[in-house]
């Protein structure tokens, strides 16, 4: 029997741990979509304390301290950062099954060398050796960076941003971690928001083009592009509402424009139509720069109203959607497909009922590049063993696995790519049992390869981006 999460943890058989300990251990990690902000690694961030590191910004932790009863004044309010943690280590006993308590262990011992269990009885000693510790040099965001053996990851941008930050990056050769922007355009799509005018003005200012009209509007949405790939982005995202995809004729999408542009009120089914037409127009972009593009769907944003007057979005009240999105993503795809212009996509579910659905999906639009429609890895309340698991297995029953481009961390911390080493874990055990029930034969060059690519080559690959 194996001990508390020790070295042959989630490893259940001797092909899973040859497959984890000689072939995916030591890979090194791209992480193709994160939510780190870029300033922070451009200023090579240092943290005061182990909360500011762990604990700001987590909505998975903030969702659980709200969960066992803890005010939320210890969670976004104003108490202290030491009152905070304390709460944390309250909580952490009771996060058993919960990706959290695996998470909480594994980023304690790779990157503090702490043995012990969190709890209120040891949260003392464990915050002032953390806090001892994180004054050091190599746990700045940098060096955190590569500690974790981290050799390229993609920030989530707006197309309004300077990109200032990437670009310092970029031109400082004492780092030499890519670090590439993502193109993030929400609100490009949502003719219909009280900020989209706002958002206008600033896409305007930024691309110095008076956007007057609709052409306008497309033409400083192409120079975006060109600038975001300027700077090394290859990867667009797109969290997408229930309704997405309606087609219409250029006229109308114009009129739409005009309307917003003279602040006059815009229908929903306006709405869907014009977020179809940009998405459409985008896709073709994102095609002939060979980028891949990425699309979320199945969340539901912002259900707690009282919360979000009180303390604002992306704050952990999103849940799981459970609306049919087969048809859109379906008319979607083939409308770029049709005219030769579907980029590379990884499409991914938040609803694990539309696991099938995806892996069904992104069989029908394959073409000559390798797995160029992927169906993602489980995303936000699914990463963790269960819903990893089942992600791969529907892929794998309908699709390639062994073109999978792997794990991502999604994530808004420095010390959160332990993460990749639990997915690993996860996927060598998978392989591991499927050899050993006789499900597949041991050649391990094959397999092994196979585990190398799921870990970092794949994505390396289907990129086209260049890491030492």
């Not at 960076?145 to 990056?169: F, Q």
């Not at 087609?247 to 014009?274: C, G, W």
């Not at 849940?319 to 087969?326: L, Q, R």
């Not at 080493?421 to 049992?433: D, K, M, P, Q």
Request: proline fraction near 2%; hydrophobic fraction near 40%.
């Amino acid at each position: 029997m194996n001990g508390f999460m020790d070295e042959n943890y989630l490893l259940e058989t001797k092909t899973a741990k040859k497959l984890y300990f000689e072939y995916a251990k030591d890979m090194p990690i791209f992480d193709y979509h994160c939510h780190l902000p870029v300033q922070e690694i451009a200023d090579d961030k240092k943290f005061e304390n182990i909360t500011q590191l762990w604990l700001s910004g987590d909505h998975y932790k903030w969702r659980a301290l709200r969960a066992n009863g803890i005010s939320e004044e210890y969670i976004t309010g104003n108490k202290s950062d030491y009152e905070k943690f304390k709460k944390w280590a309250e909580t952490v006993p009771y996060t058993i099954g919960n990706p959290l308590f695996q998470w909480t262990y594994f980023e304690l011992r790779h990157y503090f060398g702490i043995q012990n269990q969190l709890t209120l009885e040891t949260a003392d000693a464990i915050w002032n050796k953390c806090n001892d510790m994180l004054q050091q040099e190599d746990f700045s965001a940098r060096n955190l960076i590569k500690r974790s053996n981290v050799k390229a990851l993609c920030t989530t941008d707006d197309p309004v941003d300077t990109l200032e930050y990437h670009k310092r990056i970029k031109a400082d050769e004492t780092f030499d971690v890519k670090v590439l922007p993502t193109f993030r355009p929400d609100m490009a799509l949502e003719v219909g928001h009280e900020k989209f005018r706002n958002w206008l003005n600033k896409l305007g200012n930024i691309t110095g083009i008076a956007i007057e009209t609709f052409e306008d509007y497309l033409a400083a949405l192409k120079r975006r592009i060109q600038d975001f790939h300027e700077v090394g982005c290859r990867l667009s995202d797109h969290g997408l509402p229930e309704h997405f995809y309606r087609e219409a004729n250029l006229a109308e999408i114009h009129n739409i424009f005009d309307k917003r542009f003279d602040k006059q009120a815009i229908s929903i089914e306006e709405q869907v139509k014009f977020r179809s037409a940009i998405l459409i127009f985008l896709g073709k972009e994102y095609a002939r720069h060979g980028w891949a593009m990425q699309i979320h769907l199945g969340a539901i944003r912002n259900t707690n109203t009282r919360m979000l007057r009180s303390i604002g979005i992306n704050t952990g009240f999103d849940t799981i959607a459970d609306y049919n999105i087969a048809d859109e993503l379906s008319l979607f795809l083939d409308a770029l497909d049709t005219v030769q212009l579907l980029p590379k996509t990884i499409l991914y579910c938040l609803n694990p009922r539309d696991n099938y659905m995806l892996a069904a999906m992104a069989g029908n639009f394959q073409s000559d590049i390798p797995g160029k429609v992927q169906f993602g890895s489980a995303w936000w309340f699914n990463d963790h063993e269960e819903g990893m698991i089942d992600q791969m297995k529907a892929l794998s029953s309908i699709g390639l696995f062994s073109r999978f481009v792997g794990m991502l961390t999604d994530s808004r911390s420095f010390i959160s790519y332990t993460r990749h080493e639990y997915f690993r874990r996860i996927v060598c055990n998978l392989v591991g049992n499927w050899v050993e029930q006789g499900s597949y034969y041991q050649d391990f060059d094959f397999l092994g390869k196979m585990i190398k690519g799921i870990c970092f080559n794949n994505i390396k690959d289907y990129l086209n981006v260049e890491v030492e």
